[in-house]
C-alpha cells in the first residue's frame, strides 16, 4: 500500500512501479515501547503513536503503564492507584495524576487493532511497586537503604482485578 502513495499520477489513474519483491520480515514480534509511567501522553499522542507503527510495519506496542514515578491504569476496584499514584512524572514529582480509564485503554486497544498491533500492556508487581504504595502503603514490603516502598508484600499482596 505505501508504494501507491508513491505513484506517478497520469490523468485521473496513478502508475505504480512494478517490482517483484520477496521480503519477510527478520522477526515475527517489531515493536516498539512506550513508558508512560515516567512520562504521560495521552491518547492523542498514542494513537499517532500506533499510526506511525503501522505505517513502518511495526505489530507489538509495549506500553508501560505502571512502575517507580506513576500508576497510569484505572482499577475501580483500588481508586486510589490513580488518584495517589498517578501524581507525577519521571521529571516533576508533583505533577496532576494522569492515567487512562478503563474504556480509553479498551479504545486504544481497539485502536491498535485494526492497524494489525498488538498491545503488550506492563504492569510490575510486586518490584517497581512505589507509586502503588504511595496509594497503599499498607501493602508496602519496605525496600532497601536508599529505596524504600519498593516491593509489595507477598503475604499481604492484594488481588487486582482488571
Known sequence: MQLVYHGEKLNST???PCWNIKDVPL???RGLMLDESRHFFGMDKVKSL????AYYKLNRFHWHLTDEPAWRLEV?????????GGIGTYTNPGAPSQFYTQKQVAEIIRYAAERNIVVL???DMPGHATAANRAYPQFSGGG???IRNLPFTPASRPRIVI
Open 14 to 16: 496513478v502508475a505504480i
Open 27 to 29: 522477526y515475527e514480534w
Open 50 to 53: 500506533l499510526d506511525w507503527m
Open 76 to 84: 475501580k476496584q483500588y481508586p486510589l492507584l490513580t488518584l495517589v
Open 121 to 123: 500492556p506492563e504492569i
Open 144 to 146: 532497601m537503604k536508599n
